[in-house]
């Protein structure tokens, strides 16, 4: 009896007797969680390592987007200024701007009617020609000017050249009409409307004559 006890429990022993570490065994716990070099996937170099980007190349290219962006609101301020100051120096130079102001109708009308009218506008004669920088500095302190008269109510009439717009005017009938005054004499020391009493506004030129103002 105790033999078939012995080999009882010899063939229950003998069911599985392979090494667990050999193939075809059971691996141990814990044994199929080793990871590779690499497995976990992800921007790894040749060493396994994962190679990021230098900080400074971040803030290089941050400057220069701000950079541009810089150049292209100022290219587009450029072009806005450009454009907006020729529209109000072309709306400005209009003679119909110029009787906006209703003291200015009696000039306009003689203008009107005058032969000037086809060659030369309110600015030909009344604001500095010598360079873009003196034609606007003539017409806002010119423009200044004529607004606090007109809104103070301190008008002349009749109105009149002061001895600056005298000095601009006679400047302007000269770059016109420079080669029909080479062989007039004293022609530094005189006006042009002291002869040409009419030209362009008419009776009421002698009007304009220079009076402190």
């Not at 450009?82 to 003689?110: L, N, W």
């Not at 000017?145 to 009149?160: A, E």
Request: hydrophobic residues 30%.
């Amino acid at each position: 009896m105790w033999k078939d006890a012995v080999n009882g429990g010899k063939s229950s022993g003998n069911g599985d007797t392979r090494n667990k570490s050999e193939p075809g065994g059971i691996p141990p716990s814990g044994a199929g969680d080793i990871s590779q070099p690499g497995a976990s996937g992800g921007d790894t170099g040749a060493g396994g390592r994962r190679q990021n980007s230098p900080p400074w190349k971040g803030a290089v290219y941050r400057l220069r987007r701000r950079i541009w962006s810089l150049l292209i609101g100022l290219l587009v301020m450029v072009v806005i200024l450009t454009a907006g100051t020729k529209a109000v120096i072309s709306y400005t130079d209009r003679p119909e701007f110029c009787i906006s102001c209703h003291v200015m109708e009696p000039q306009y009308e003689t203008w009107y009617h005058s032969s000037h009218r086809q060659w030369a506008s309110c600015s030909d004669c009344h604001v500095p020609h010598q360079n873009l920088a003196a034609k606007l500095v003539g017409k806002g302190i010119d423009g200044t000017r004529d607004f606090y008269l007109f809104y103070t109510n301190q008008v002349p009439d009749p109105i009149h050249l002061s001895n600056r717009g005298g000095r601009i005017v006679r400047e302007n009938c000269l770059r016109c009409h420079g080669d029909l005054m080479e062989n007039v004499l004293d022609q530094e020391d005189r006006d042009c409307w002291e002869c040409h009493r009419s030209v362009p506004h008419g009776q009421g030129t002698r009007l304009l004559i220079n009076r402190p103002s």
